[in-house]
């Protein structure tokens, strides 16, 4: 146990100094595709309500980050998504805004992170109500709620300047009315470098 205890230290300090060695830029540029699992309250009555999850499989992302320092960077990420057809409803569109800071372990071929931000997240639902009388008539309900994001991702470096994001993964619970409603979101995509310094 203790020669097995020793190797694993061996090992975590032999990865510190691979990641210490990753040259950096001034800041990153990132276009990803984006995935939401989202949860929202479904009103059945005045005061009454249920708590609902619902897939929104198209999306996108843009993040832009400045690092302080190699292990250390404040980011703003923002991402759309959207399902013109669900089970809950005919158009739903969510857009997220997030910021704060990221840490960074970097190594020469990759490197992953850690990152916890704060921000808004814009919700838009559409409802049709129909009845024998009354077709068609949609219904629009549109929240802006205050978002946390606390997430990881790791990237693999392709050139100098450019990365490929194999993921990222966030919990984004967001404040509706005294209620803290829990989503999830994973994206993928390409990382362009800029201005290197050593």
């Not at 960077?73 to 669900?86: E, H, K, P, R």
Request: one cysteine or more; proline letters at 2%; glycine letters at 8%.
């Amino acid at each position: 146990m203790k020669r097995l205890f020793l190797t694993a230290i061996f090992l975590t300090l032999s990865c510190i100094s691979t990641f210490a060695q990753r040259e950096v830029g001034k800041g990153e540029l990132s276009w990803q595709y984006s995935v939401l699992s989202r949860e929202f309250k479904s009103v059945d009555m005045p005061n009454v309500y249920s708590i609902e999850r619902e897939y929104l499989p198209q999306g996108f992302g843009v993040s832009v980050s400045g690092n302080l320092t190699k292990a250390v960077a404040i980011v703003g990420d923002v991402s759309y998504n959207w399902s013109n057809s669900s089970k809950f409803s005919l158009k739903s569109r969510d857009f997220i805004f997030l910021s704060g800071p990221r840490f960074y372990l970097r190594g020469d071929s990759f490197s992953v992170f850690g990152q916890v931000m704060a921000g808004v997240a814009r919700r838009t639902d559409e409802f049709s109500n129909s009845s024998r009388f009354n077709l068609g008539q949609l219904i629009s309900i549109k929240d802006t709620d205050f978002a946390l994001g606390f997430g990881a991702g790791a990237d693999i470096t392709l050139s100098k300047r450019v990365s490929l994001r194999v993921f990222q993964l966030d919990f984004i619970p967001t404040h509706n009315n005294d209620v803290w409603l829990k989503n999830y979101r994973i994206k993928t995509g390409i990382v362009f470098r800029f201005d290197y310094f050593k």
